[in-house]
């Protein structure tokens, strides 16, 4: 037993040690007793970045014992770990996000999804100053409503892939796109070093969709 004041002390001293299968299966055994502190936990494990492959692990011991993990917590810890460069970790958890996910296709083309908990491998906007984006609904979808301003440049939204190497195929959809040759958008294929391998300009298409 301990208070509130000690998780400052606690949590991280756990968190660094979800390496160890030994220690993962004592803590869900707490866990599965369903304490007042497994939701901050969860939280500051996703969140802290101190042991991102062993808090994966952990979720996903946790999720196959029927315990509930908040979709905040797990867009967290598959950011943290993408950033850390483990990617089949990060994929491994965000397929218990969104199980109908396929790493070969982009997800979510049409901008349906609904959540205010992203993670790398979704739709995310940009935050460059002097661009605005935002994902409307329309319907059952949404749609990417975007301006910018004169001679500002930036992301105005992105995704992550994990591309094997093989021929893909990319189409999409324009509407109501009035934009001087200058300051013309464009979709860009990027690695995470940042070589630019593939670019494709979006055409104008004044009150009509292209």
Request: hydrophobic share 40%.
């Amino acid at each position: 037993r301990t208070t509130k004041r000690a998780r400052p002390l606690l949590f991280p001293t756990l968190v660094a040690a979800m390496s160890e299968p030994r220690i993962r299966k004592e803590l869900l055994h707490l866990i599965l007793k369903d304490p007042d502190w497994t939701g901050d936990f969860f939280a500051y494990a996703a969140g802290s970045g101190i042991e991102p492959v062993g808090t994966s692990f952990l979720f996903s011991e946790a999720a196959a014992a029927g315990v509930e993990i908040g979709e905040g917590q797990r867009s967290n810890l598959v950011n943290r770990l993408y950033g850390r460069g483990e990617l089949e970790d990060a994929w491994r958890v965000y397929q218990t996000l969104r199980p109908d996910a396929i790493s070969t296709k982009s997800r979510d083309p049409e901008f349906a999804l609904a959540t205010d908990a992203r993670a790398v491998f979704d739709w995310r906007l940009g935050e460059d100053a002097g661009l605005s984006a935002v994902i409307l609904k329309n319907g059952d979808k949404g749609v990417l409503e975007f301006s910018t301003a004169p001679s500002v440049g930036g992301g105005l939204v992105s995704q992550a892939q994990l591309l094997s190497p093989g021929t893909y195929k990319f189409d999409g959809l324009v509407r109501d796109l009035q934009q001087s040759g200058r300051s013309q958008p464009y979709w860009v294929l990027s690695c995470r070093d940042g070589r630019e391998l593939l670019r494709i300009d979006v055409p104008n298409a004044q009150d009509r969709a292209v």
